[in-house]
T-cell receptor
Framework: AQRVTQPEKLLSVFKGAPVELKCNYSYSGSPELFWYVQYSRQRLQLLLRHISRESIKGFTADLNKGETSFHLKKPFAQEEDSAMYYCALSGLSGGYQKVTFGTGTKLQVIP | EAGVVQSPRYKIIEKKQPVAFWCNPISGHNTLYWYLQNLGQGPELLIRYENEEAVDDSQLPKDRFSAERLKGVDSTLKIQPAELGDSAVYLC??????????????FGPGTRLTVT
């Protein structure tokens, strides 16, 4: 079975401080990992995916297979980064391609 | 482009009543998903369609939930009868492509269901 764990329900940081949103996963094969974001009163949307290896809105995430982690990082938090962040894993489970979401972390950037 | 459209946005019903949600995916997207999102949780997949075929309904509680995507475009999710525990946000998403490829999912605004 595949599982995604986001240990923090809430992360509060000051504007300009570094941000790290933690994501750990459990999956026996080679996963595809994503970060989705939901800003207040907006719909869930893709932030980035590990295979793209790109930086979006200053955020990056590196897949660490040894630690089975895909932490989301940003060197300097901005107020507009305040949102719910969900880590998601796509993999084969029971013959189906499944996407499993974590429980989410609310990022609060304090001005 | 309106994106994924869902209706209604909010629904309040009494327990044991039926309810239906409608979703229109982004034009050209073959794959359609229905998710359930409880308060404080991430989305949980209920069913996934590729065109009109339900390729993964393993998480759908079939005793009371049903879904259809008759022409491979829009879809309806039904609950009959609703229970108090069904109160949640029901999300629809779509993505281009199908099969083993994992594409970005585009989410609708969701329908917030309250069962009293």
């Amino acid at each position: 079975a595949q599982r995604v764990t986001q240990p923090e329900k809430l992360l509060s940081v000051f504007k300009g401080a570094p941000v790290e949103l933690k994501c750990n996963y459990s999956y026996s094969g080679s996963p595809e990992l994503f970060w989705y974001v939901q800003y207040s009163r907006q719909r869930l949307q893709l932030l980035l995916r590990h295979i793209s290896r790109e930086s979006i809105k200053g955020f990056t995430a590196d897949l660490n297979k040894g630690e089975t982690s895909f932490h989301l990082k940003k060197p300097f938090a901005q107020e507009e980064d305040s949102a719910m962040y969900y880590c998601a894993l796509s993999g084969l489970s029971g013959g189906y391609q499944k996407v499993t979401f974590g429980t989410g972390t609310k990022l609060q950037v304090i001005p | 482009e309106a994106g994924v459209v869902q209706s209604p946005r909010y629904k309040i019903i009494e327990k044991k009543q039926p309810v239906a949600f409608w979703c229109n995916p982004i034009s050209g997207h073959n794959t359609l998903y229905w998710y359930l999102q409880n308060l404080g949780q991430g989305p949980e997949l209920l069913i996934r369609y590729e065109n009109e075929e339900a390729v993964d309904d393993s998480q759908l509680p079939k005793d009371r939930f049903s879904a259809e995507r008759l022409k491979g475009v829009d879809s309806t999710l039904k609950i009959q009868p609703a229970e108090l525990g069904d109160s949640a946000v029901y999300l629809c998403a779509s993505s281009p492509g199908q099969g083993a490829f994992s594409y970005e999912q585009y989410f609708g605004p969701g329908t917030r269901l309250t069962v009293t």
